[in-house]
């Protein structure tokens, strides 16, 4: 019971401390930006990588399947630009989606510091990788990493929701011991064993 009792009345230990809200938010909005920037550099992108590698390689197929789903669907030439922007994106958002649980369980074995900081880290070099890039096939390397490291939205939003879990259980007082003398009194009775109980029974058939 004393064990009990010191241990309830001594102070819970101190926990790592918590990430902050503006960093999360920050987190949050690099992904974000990370996935739209480059939706108005399509037309540029294309002309660019087309003066650089030519018509060859992986750039070539993207270009032939525009080009044969724009005749298909009788678009101009503009729709192929389009096409090429959407497979760009796609690219970009399923390494988002299939990353997004493989760092949310990582995150629940050691931590949403560390995976935030390492996804962000990630993140930049991607970022790095795409602005020194000088061929398409880099570009495409900095659109997966991007995305593999994109996908730590589930763990910002977890932290988020950790955050205020942790805030609500602190504002909530403990609740007090129970100090009802009649129940513990009945606990006792009902405890007892059969030779007791007669006994009880009998003092009260006395007194009546």
């Given at each position: 019971?004393?064990?009990s009792?010191?241990s ?66 009788g ?31 990582l ?50 939003t ?5 955050r ?5 259980a ?34 009260g058939q006395?007194?009546?």
């Amino acid at each position: 019971m004393s064990t009990s009792a010191s241990s309830s009345a001594a102070p819970a230990s101190p926990g790592k401390r918590p990430l902050s809200l503006g960093v999360i938010f920050l987190t949050l909005f690099i992904d974000l930006v990370g996935f739209s920037i480059i939706f108005p550099l399509f037309p540029e992108i294309l002309r660019h990588y087309l003066e650089v590698d030519g018509d060859s390689g992986l750039l070539r197929v993207l270009i032939g399947w525009s080009d044969a789903l724009s005749a298909a669907l009788g678009q101009d030439a503009n729709f192929k630009v389009v096409l090429f922007g959407g497979l760009l994106s796609s690219i970009y958002a399923l390494l988002q989606f299939f990353c997004a649980p493989l760092w949310g369980m990582l995150s629940d074995r050691i931590g949403r510091r560390p995976v935030l900081l390492w996804t962000v880290a990630g993140t930049a070099a991607s970022y790095v990788i795409w602005t020194v890039s000088g061929s398409f096939w880099l570009f495409i390397l900095a659109r997966l990493l991007g995305g593999a490291f994109g996908g730590n939205l589930s763990v910002a939003t977890a932290a988020v929701a950790s955050r205020g879990c942790g805030s609500v259980a602190a504002s909530t007082p403990p609740s007090p011991a129970p100090r009802n003398r009649r129940r513990s009194k009945r606990l006792r009775i009902i405890r007892s064993s059969p030779l007791e109980l007669r006994a009880h029974e009998d003092e009260g058939q006395g007194i009546l």
